[in-house]
């Protein structure tokens, strides 16, 4: 049972804040997400948590406990870095009973040289091993118990890894970036096996990332952060269709949402969809909801840059009219066909229209408003 | 309370609880302590106080001593010892420096330009590095024996009588700074070879494309130029280490004759702990410690500088 | 090297070896004449001419007589002790201090180090007067306190570990910290295993220093009993039996020989050693 409340954490080094007010609670039990680019405070909140690092004021709370005055030791926490951090000198096997030795060892058997001779030592230690062999076994590392890990490919050090974290029940689970140091095709891979080890254990997983298509795929919610602020937590399809700051609508999806802004867009000659409000400057759309129709008077027109046919689906980069910006639309292989150089009108679908104020605030039209209570 | 209160407030307790939790501050200071007392109780008093006996009087067993101001500097720069040991350290310097330098590059030019015998070349130019000073001043005490020593009896065998090389005004420095050179070669070896080492493999490739395939060519327009920053951390060092020259003075020749080979060190160690004058010693020590600092601080720059060079 | 006369490169690979020989030999020579005068008769060593390995062999007389007449067991034994004490000494306070520079922040922190950096610029001998001073005081000359206790701290030290434990990454530290690692357990579990060779490098320094040294020993030292190599080879010359050839040569070999033998062992490790700790 570890659900965990940030109440108004803040935190700056010198004069930049990198953690800006932060309030948040994160279930029992779920997958959540920390996302954004490089540099918003996400990896800090997590060190936060962790004890890694103390804030400079709020305050944590885990499983109705503060735990500020803890040590990381004492959280109950695990973490997984993104480098891994495996201890080099020490076999597979010593990387991932090192957690359990220093909890149940006593301080005389954990001291050098006379540690090991001391009694009691060779029951606790028989239990270890026993754990340790079937963290491993879960994890599909059994057979790499005696190497170092520098004998290991990165998939493997990052089981490893896993397994150093798991094999003690921690009630958190931290993850830094974990995925980020291999392979595309090995990262599908090891998001997958992630997916199935929060099933299986049902702890608490806090998971941090810059890119946005892990946090969808695998979270149960998704804490959104730029700049060391949290600008929005839902989960995954909510921050997609339902955004209430244009920065989570750009950082969510890909390709990124196509955003013009009103003055553009009537400088083009179109008129603006209905029902967009007085206070709106920026009109945002998916690719999927944009279709292609023939050049018109009143809409926005545009010039097929390019073509990207993924298969399954085509997207077409279209120039406006005037040269200046660009709109991503996704079509279907079978609905048109195009080539670079044709001239297309876009038909925007009204009910997928996102607005946003001068502030990338959203603006609600009164049924959006509805849908949304 | 206003908000901004409270918000202070809750600052102020984040702050207490981080030290109390973390206690980094308080662990911080206890890892480093014995280090620090030991760095105040046997480096800066003792540097301090060597500074302060140079302004006494003292000499080692009396019980006073006062406070004679610059007397001991000026004692020292009118004492035609003090500038024959300073002006031998220097010419002792100027032999070795360019010796040790010279010599070490051509022996590490020679031994990374190809892989024969390599690692028993590098071997053998090192040992001398590691051994021991002392007795090896003893063994060439006597290859410089004036009749049985190896020199004079390979002179003699070509026709040349040799001189009695430690014993001799005109030949005793140079004597030293030959052993000097045997000992440092090595060093110097193992630093330019390293220097090699860095030197990528393109800029040859590059060199010989742009025409510059000779062995001399390669050496002129890479190699030399590559070195150069090494090269000048070996000249410092070895100025270093020319300053510190002791041992073998002390093994060999004593200073003498009449003070031919008398070197900074030396006489520092002879006026304090022979003759007992530690005020003197003390002054000496100022100036020997000014050289050497000067010296250790030019190669510092030059690390710093070939750190940013790459 | 672009071979279009092998002629040359032949004539090349020739020189190289000419010189070489010639300069090795010079470093060698010490060496060679050493051993040699040590298996030679004192009448043979006289002799008008010179032969490298003796007609008469008198090696075990001349060794027999360096051990006997001077303790030269001892040396070694003392120097053994000597260097191993500076050495444990030297790691038990420069590898918490070197840690904390490294990883720990706590205010003060980079005061402290510009003070090590300022010891670097202090040559040893120059604190010679007051470390003699001080040891008086508290009458600790003439004893292995007086060779050990000046060297206790190393700047030089405490900087080159620092360096090292630096480039370990922080995150293995906070790994560490969440397996419920102390901060003692963290330097001997983690940092101390991750940076051997750079303690092996510091050993070797610090041992090669300190076996050799003998500015130090001279003014600390004045019984036999408790010098170390350097100075004892020095006691032994102006002994007695000292006084002859053979057996001065055969107890300069015995002197000369441990770290050389050990230097021919790890011959990879020395040199890296050495030459790793004067670039940092």
């Given at each position: 049972m570890a659900e965990i409340e940030l109440r108004h954490i803040e935190k700056s080094y010198g004069e930049t804040?990198?953690?800006?007010d932060v309030s948040l609670s994160i279930r029992d039990g779920e997958f959540l997400t920390l996302v954004?680019?490089?540099?918003?405070g996400k990896s800090t909140l997590l060190r936060i948590i962790a004890g890694l690092e103390a804030q400079d004021s709020g305050e944590v709370v885990v499983a109705g406990r503060?735990?500020?005055?803890?040590r990381p030791k004492e959280r109950d926490v695990a973490m997984v870095f993104q480098s891994y951090?495996?201890?080099?000198?020490?076999?597979v096997f010593d990387n991932v009973a090192l957690p359990l030795r220093t909890r149940r060892l006593s301080f005389a058997q954990r001291l050098p040289f006379v540690g090991r001779a001391l009694p009691g030592r060779g029951g606790i230690e028989k239990a270890i091993r026993a754990e340790v062999e079937q963290a491993a076994s879960m994890l599909d590392i059994a057979h790499l118990l005696?190497?170092?890990?520098?004998?290991?490919s990165g998939g493997q050090r990052q089981r490893v890894a896993l397994g150093r974290a798991m094999v003690r029940h921690p009630a958190v689970f931290l993850m830094d970036?974990?995925?980020?140091?291999?392979?595309a095709k090995l990262r599908v891979q090891m998001r997958a096996e992630i997916i199935a080890l929060h099933r299986r254990l049902g702890v608490t997983f806090v998971y941090v990332t810059h890119d946005q298509a892990e946090a969808m795929t695998m979270s149960d919610r998704v804490a959104v952060m730029t700049a060391g602020e949290l600008l929005q937590v839902g989960q995954p399809e909510q921050l997609y269709r339902?955004?209430?700051d244009l920065r989570v609508a750009e950082m969510i999806g890909s390709p990124k949402i196509n955003v013009v802004s009103c003055d553009h867009w009537m400088s083009l000659g179109a008129s603006l969809p209905?029902?967009?409000?007085?206070?709106?400057t920026h009109l945002a759309f998916r690719p999927e909801a944009v279709g292609i129709a023939?050049?018109?008077?009143r809409r926005l027109n545009g010039v097929v840059t390019s073509v990207e046919n993924l298969g399954s689906d085509i997207f077409l980069n279209v120039a406006l009219a005037d040269g200046c910006g660009a709109v991503v639309v996704r079509t279907h292989p079978d609905v048109s066909r195009s080539e670079p150089g044709r001239p297309v009108g876009l038909q925007i679908d009204p009910a997928c229209l996102l607005q946003f104020d001068g502030a990338g605030m959203r603006l609600r039209q009164a049924d959006q408003v509805e849908a949304a209570a | 309370m206003t908000t901004l209160d409270q918000d202070r407030e809750r600052r102020v307790d984040a702050k207490t609880s981080f030290a109390k939790r973390s206690g980094e501050h308080g662990l911080g200071w206890l890892a480093v302590s014995p280090a620090l007392l030991l760095l105040i109780g046997l480096l800066f008093g003792p540097a301090a106080a060597v500074v302060l006996f140079s302004l006494t009087d003292w000499q080692l067993g009396s019980f006073t001593f006062h406070f004679i101001g610059v007397a001991n500097f000026r004692a020292l720069f009118t004492d035609p010892t003090f500038w024959k040991a300073l002006t031998n350290t220097l010419v002792y310097a100027g032999i070795v420096v360019p010796g040790t330098v010279l010599l070490g590059l051509v022996v590490a030019l020679l031994i990374e330009a190809?892989?024969?015998l390599r690692g028993f070349y590098r071997a053998a130019h090192f040992l001398p590095v590691m051994s021991t000073m002392s007795a090896m001043a003893i063994v060439w005490g006597t290859m410089l024996?004036?009749?049985?020593g190896l020199v004079n009896r390979a002179l003699g065998a070509v026709g040349i009588s040799g001189v009695n090389w430690l014993r001799d005004e005109r030949t005793a420095l140079l004597a030293l700074a030959l052993i000097g050179i045997w000992q440092g070669l090595g060093f110097a070896m193992v630093l330019f070879v390293s220097g090699l080492k860095a030197v990528p493999q393109q800029l040859y490739d590059a060199a010989a494309i742009d025409g510059a395939d000779g062995v001399l060519d390669r050496l002129r327009f890479v190699t030399l130029p590559m070195l150069g920053p090494v090269t000048m951390f070996v000249v410092i060092l070895t100025a270093k280490r020319s300053f510190e020259v002791f041992d073998s003075v002390r093994v060999l020749?004593?200073?003498?004759p009449n003070y031919a080979s008398e070197v900074l060190l030396h006489r520092l160690y002879t006026e304090s702990?022979?003759?007992?004058r530690m005020g003197y010693g003390a002054a000496l020590t100022v100036i020997y410690l000014a050289i050497i600092v000067l010296l250790t601080l030019t190669q510092a720059r030059l690390l710093e500088r070939r750190v940013h060079y790459s | 090297m672009i071979a279009r006369f092998p002629d040359r490169r032949f004539a090349g690979r020739v020189a190289r070896h000419a010189i070489l020989i010639l300069t090795a030999a010079f470093a060698l020579l010490p060496f060679v004449w050493m051993v040699s005068l040590s298996l030679k008769p004192p009448e043979e060593i006289f002799q008008a001419d010179f032969h490298l390995?003796?007609?008469?062999?008198h090696g075990v007389e001349n060794y027999r007589v360096a051990l006997t007449a001077a303790p030269m067991f001892r040396f070694l034994l003392n120097g053994l002790l000597v260097c191993t004490a500076i050495f444990a000494l030297q790691l038990l306070v420069c590898i918490p201090c070197a840690y904390a520079l490294a990883k720990l922040r706590f205010r003060g922190r980079d005061t402290l180090f510009s003070a090590v950096l300022v010891g670097?610029?202090?040559?040893p001998q120059a604190l010679a007067i007051p470390h003699f001073v001080l040891l008086n005081v508290f009458g600790l000359l003439d004893s292995y306190a007086a060779l050990i206790l000046p060297w206790v701290i190393s700047t030089f030290g405490i900087f080159l570990l620092r360096q090292f434990f630096r480039s370990i990454p922080d995150e293995i530290i906070h790994a560490a910290r969440l397996d419920g690692l102390g901060e003692f357990e963290i330097i001997w579990r983690i940092m101390i295993p991750m940076t051997t060779p750079a303690l092996a490098a510091f050993g070797i320094f610090s041992i090669v220093a300190h076996w050799n040294d003998l500015f130090w020993p001279l003014i600390a030292v004045r019984s036999?009993?408790?010098?170390t190599p350097a100075l004892g080879i020095l006691l032994f010359r102006d002994?007695?039996?000292?006084?002859?050839?053979g057996p001065l040569m055969a107890g300069a070999v015995i002197i000369v020989a441990p770290l050389l033998v050990a230097f021919l062992i790890a011959q990879r490790r020395f040199i890296d050693g050495l030459a790793v700790t004067t670039m940092k």
């Open positions: 804040a990198v953690v800006k954004g680019p490089s540099g918003c503060c735990v500020d005055d803890k951090a495996l201890y080099p000198h020490l076999s005696h190497r170092k890990p520098g004998q290991l970036e974990p995925l980020s140091n291999l392979d339902d955004p209430q209905p029902g967009v409000d007085g206070n709106t023939a050049p018109g008077d | 190809s892989p024969g024996h004036p009749t049985i020749t004593q200073g003498g702990f022979d003759f007992l | 390995w003796p007609t008469a062999f670097l610029l202090l040559p036999a009993e408790i010098s002994d007695e039996a000292g006084q002859f050839l």
